[in-house]
């Protein structure tokens, strides 16, 4: 009973604080509705639904033109996109215009609004342009460089203040912030040169005549018409165990004239080695089979 009473006063005692607390809550929400202009909601579903079908209209347009002329497809869908950016913005105006009274409270939501949205835009936007400037200033790559970058392989072809755009060997563009460059490792394979080292390994038996497998090698790299002979070239030899199996590993170090050739300069000198690999009778390694 003592408990039930303690229960009873404290409800009693904190009656009075609820029913303030309504009432602040029913004077916000009076305040919120006070400042919508119903009339004008209804017209705002209008535009809104007319703006869906604006943009479905155009987008039909351009997937029909852009069919029978291929050669304006990408002018159309780049003007695709800035009407959309233009009609959303203009449509966005237009239904806050009219569903909304406009006094100093909307403005001062409006203003804070803006202000917390451009602060975490710009703080990525921020830490883009201090990274591209690190990225001038120390050069870890240049223009023209071939890097590799998170599993990306590719020339640089541009340094911007807020990205760098590198060009892939099956010709994509990858786009990537600057603020990558300041955590993650760079591999640069030519640094400002035309040349770079192009590492081409071979295997063969450990029975086969390794020296002249060696020599071969040497000579296949030095004929290419893709080789950097100012350059040396170099063929290294060690014994190593690939799936199981013993193998010599002989891994050709020369340099390409070009890294644009650099694709072709390996195909070049593999399809050499092999011709004299077959022609000489120098066998790759035997793979091991186990008998059960």
């Not at 803006?114 to 200033?137: Q, W």
Request: net charge neutral; glycine share 6%.
């Amino acid at each position: 009973m003592k408990r039930i009473l303690f229960i009873v006063i404290g409800l009693i005692l904190s009656a009075p604080v609820f029913a303030t607390e309504e009432v602040a809550g029913v004077e916000n929400i009076s305040q919120i509705a006070s400042l919508i202009r119903w009339s004008g909601v209804f017209f705002s579903l209008i535009v809104v639904a007319a703006t869906w079908l604006l943009l479905k209209f155009i987008n039909s347009m351009v997937e029909s033109v852009g069919g029978q002329f291929a050669q304006y497809r990408m002018l159309l869908q780049k003007l695709q996109s800035f009407m959309q950016f233009f009609i959303y913005m203009s449509a966005g105006i237009l239904v806050f215009m009219m569903s909304f009274r406009i006094n100093d409270q909307i403005l001062a939501l409006i203003g804070g609004t803006l202000a917390v949205s451009v602060g975490f835009a710009l703080k990525d936007l921020a830490a883009s342009f201090i990274a591209g400037m690190t990225v001038m200033v120390d050069r870890p790559f240049q223009v023209g460089d071939r890097v590799t970058f998170e599993g990306n392989y590719g020339d640089i072809i541009a340094i911007g203040l807020r990205s760098v755009r590198m060009r892939t060997l099956n010709d994509d563009i990858i786009t990537i912030p600057n603020n990558k460059f300041l955590n993650e490792v760079t591999v640069s394979g030519n640094y400002g040169a035309l040349d770079m080292q192009v590492v081409i390994p071979f295997y063969v038996g450990l029975d086969e005549d390794i020296t002249l497998a060696r020599d071969l090698i040497q000579e296949a790299a030095s004929s290419s018409r893709y080789i950097h002979l100012p350059k040396p070239v170099t063929v290294l030899v060690k014994q190593t165990i690939t799936d199981n199996y013993l193998a010599i590993q002989l891994t050709c170090k020369a340099y390409v004239v070009d890294t644009a050739y650099e694709k072709l300069f390996e195909t070049d000198i593999t399809l050499r080695v092999m011709k004299e690999f077959k022609k000489h009778n120098i066998r790759p390694p035997k793979i091991a089979v186990n008998a059960d």
